[in-house]
């Protein structure tokens, strides 16, 4: 190239741009910068879609659990519900159906429960069925308008009966009928804190927690009480009333029940008619017929008590002064 034409090059290529070349150099730049900025948006776009996608999809799936969960509780409540109805229609009229501990009798029918004791020639009956009886206990109540109790059972060697665990009562020799006695001996139990209350004055019917109570006279249920037994025991008593008139004074009250299935103004029958339950008590207390027998002793308590007796009402206003019922 001739030495002219190289300097004109030179000038040339030092020139600045042309206006309408820098125009075009800014819009192609312009445009790579917008289209990075457009695929950036749409890349936070999709990643925004997915996580909805995803949010939807677990809330979705939540929401079917939690459905179906509502169908499964309603449909095993369903299923409760007409258990309940079945049990309940093979219960005496008047009864709750309640579950009781494996091995002990639920059986409502049959003759009476055997006669353990009397009071003025009233037979008392056996509030457990023989089955499930584990030992007769006779000990004095806690309090003095608990009256005597006469029995036909034979009073037993206590010491013995510790040490053997039974008074050796044979069931298969049980004579059966309306008013047949319970056969066999007795434990005679003492409490250190009654003074000078006789000893028969209440009576311990050891059974199996979960065996079912039956009336020990024929009457009428007067009351039945929650309270605050020992220890934070709640436990229930249940009140009833004898059918003749010329014992209207006195009251048969069972305690250590649970899973009452009586009410106020029900009519019982001695022997025959399901009260309750045995109540376990041996989260609270040792029980002392346990010492007897070699288990855990949970029995059904019985006595009569004098309802005219000065100490009874003494008592009564005692125990609602300090909250001892609970309803």
Known sequence: MPLVEQDEAALAADQ??????RSRERT???????????????????????RQAV???????LAAIFASGLLWMHYSNNQANALSKRLASKQPTGSVATTATAGA??????????????????PLHLSVRLHDLTEVGFHPASNPYAMVLDTTL??????????????GRDKNKQPEGPDAALIGDYIQMWRTDTGSIPGRTSIDEGAKAGSVTYAPITGKITAVREYNYENGCKDYEVHMSFEATSLARYEVVMIHEENVKVKVGDAVTAGVTPIAQVRDLTPFLVNQLGEYTGEAGNHAH???????APSYSERQKYRESHNYYID
């Open 16 to 21: 600045p741009l042309d206006p309408t070349e």
């Open 55 to 61: 949010v939807g999809l677990v809330a979705l799936c």
């Open 28 to 50: 192609l730049c312009d445009d790579m910068t917008l289209n990075l900025k457009s695929r950036s948006e749409q890349r936070r776009k999709r990643l925004r879609r997915r």
């Open 105 to 122: 009798s639920t059986e409502t029918t049959g003759l009476p429960t055997p006669v353990v004791a009397s009071f003025k020639g009233v």
């Open 302 to 308: 019985v006595q009569i008590n004098d309802l005219k």
């Open 154 to 167: 034979i009073s037993a060697n206590a010491s013995t009966v510790r040490a053997s665990h039974t008074t």
